[in-house]
């Protein structure tokens, strides 16, 4: 049995912004059922899961970070709600605000977080078997643990960081050199990449393993990291890529409590028609068509700004046999596009603008093609979501897009896969998943079989638990 300390910025359902929060309110949870104790600290968001449920205040301490001195509090979920220990660290002034990320000051505000948790860990009567870190937010932990002088006897913990995605990097210009704890300035060189403090990059040198959300991303960050693809070739004998899962009983037709009509593989059609229907209705669509979504951040990462074009496209020169509805959030002038596009479109396509979870799983069940031509893809929740609800993803093949999504043209295939982010492969790729859904027995058949795939998280959290094991 070991213990596992996740340190995240996110975790369903208590603050979420994307597939991070996903795995953090997941993994934990599976890696209990396998015996072992797992549990979570993260900033203290002021969400609505903060205000509804009862905290006890379990630690209380003040470090000092540059000029700055902070107190800092760290309070623990009362009931085990979701499936694991869940810790927060409130430090007033940085994380009473309304959303997770998005301030000038995010890398001041995420390396108090990483003090606090550190501070704390080095309080504790015995010691974690792991520290497990999760993307930029935490990517100076292994570093502190190893080289700031007051928390040198952490250095022996084991610590993993794992890469949801490798853009962001919370870089910080060497002028705030001094907001780590004190360390061993002859070892700079580990928080260095490219003449500025790179929190990821640290984390890649000094975590004893670095895992990536799908092999394949593993791969391709080797060509394509934002600035560190020789520091992936460097360090790849420590990387390795484990898929993530979906969380079964969250995402289950069979028992969703916000679709209309709940299914199974079963009555699959049925099911999915009513659901279709409801949608439909609510965004003026029509329920014989075939029914194309995308829901995601409308960001240059996933090709957002392709869409606009792409579904006009596809309407005027495939004679309107298709819907479309969008449901995101992110670049305002693809916002733009896609609110004006309501009338010009009108009866073809709608679009909600915003994040809304509901809709999304309303959306999964009701759809019949699920859209993602993303350019980056690190592993990608919501194909595997839409296979969970027998709604056909159609994919761009790229990391753990091409991971999890197989060629219906292909043997034993059930998706559509195309290679390139182009309106031209995306608007081929809607005209071939067009063609597919007027045969209704084929399209039938291979909704049952998606529905059948196991994305499940009880092999991936299995897959974590052995690599602690090679590092203990
Ligand atoms: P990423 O983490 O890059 O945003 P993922 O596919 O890994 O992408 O995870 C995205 C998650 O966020 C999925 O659970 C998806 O359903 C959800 N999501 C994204 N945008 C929205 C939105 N506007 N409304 C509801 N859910 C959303």
Known sequence: MMEILHVTAECYPYAKAGGLADVAGALPKYQNDLGHIAKVVMPMHRTKFLL??????VHKGSFVMGQYYFDYTIIKERTNKLG????????????????????????????????AVVDWVSRWQH?????????????LIPFMMQHCFAYRHLATIPTVLTIHNAQYQGWMGWDKYN??????????????????????ASGIKCAMRVTTVSPSYMEELKFNANGLESLFEYEKGKCV??????DNAVWDPATDTYILDNFS????????????????????????????????????????ELLPQAINDSVYHINGRMNFLILGSGDPVVEYHLENMRSSLMGFYNSQIGYNEKLAHQMYAGADFLLMPSRVEPCGLNQMYALRYGTMP???????LKDTVTDFGDPGGFGIRFNDATVGDITYSIYRATELYGDKKKMTALRKKMMQIDNGWEVSAGRYIQLYEAIL
């Open 265 to 304: 593989v079963k009555d699959v059609e049925a099911g999915k028609k009513l659901n279709k229907k409801k949608l439909c209705d609510d965004f003026g669509l029509d329920i014989e068509k075939p029914l194309f979504i995308f829901i995601g951040r409308l960001v240059g990462e996933k090709a957002a």
């Open 179 to 200: 907001y780590l704890p004190a360390y061993d300035s002859f070892q700079w060189g580990k928080l260095d990449w490219d003449d500025t403090i790179n929190p990821l």
């Open 394 to 400: 159609v994919v761009r093949s790229t990391g753990g």
């Open 84 to 115: 694991f220990d869940l810790y927060c660290v409130d430090i007033f002034g940085i994380f009473n605000r309304e959303k997770i990320y998005g301030y000038d000051d995010d890398s001041e505000r995420y390396t108090a977080f990483q003090i």
């Open 52 to 57: 509804e449920n009862e905290w006890d205040t």
């Open 241 to 246: 890529g484990i898929l993530n899962g979906i």
């Open 127 to 139: 010691h974690p078997d792991v520290v497990h870190v999760h993307d930029h937010h935490t990517g």
